[in-house]
């Protein structure tokens, strides 16, 4: 089992930045990899970024590549989410997700869930 806080939401002017951070604890964080999504209302909660177990590796949305970073301390069990140049379209709950199954894209592969940041971005 895995457990998930999110951390770091808020409301922040377009163009500001805010760093999310999600805190993991029960199994061995190092074993597994770790996932950003996100949903705005009305909408299908949609990948944003996600790193391999190692850090090592890591992937991105379009819509946010080359402005967010996904990055991964496996000695303090976090993985954070630096998010600059942000955009009112970026306004959404931001969810960590941990251990995919097969893929990093799809919110179905994973099997541990936090209960979500709120990240509003005001025009």
């Known amino acids: 089992q895995v457990q998930l806080v999110e951390s770091g939401g808020g409301l922040v002017q377009a163009g500001g930045s805010l760093r999310l951070s999600c805190a993991a604890s029960?199994?061995?964080?190092?074993?597994?990899?770790m996932g950003w999504f996100r949903q705005a209302p009305g909408k299908e909660r949609e990948f944003v970024s996600a790193?391999?177990?190692?850090?090592?590796?890591?992937y991105y949305a379009d819509s946010v590549k080359g402005r967010f970073t996904i990055s991964r301390d496996n000695a303090k069990n976090t993985v954070y989410l630096q998010m600059n140049s942000l955009k009112p379209e970026d306004t959404a709950v931001y969810y960590c997700?941990?251990?995919?199954?097969?893929?990093?894209?799809?919110?179905?592969?994973?099997?541990?869930w936090g209960q979500g940041t709120q990240v509003t971005v005001s025009s």
């Open positions: 997700a941990a251990d995919p199954t097969l893929g990093y894209y799809t919110a179905d592969e994973y099997d541990y």
């Open positions: 029960g199994r061995t964080f190092s074993s597994y990899a």
């Open positions: 790193i391999s177990w190692s850090g090592g590796s890591s």
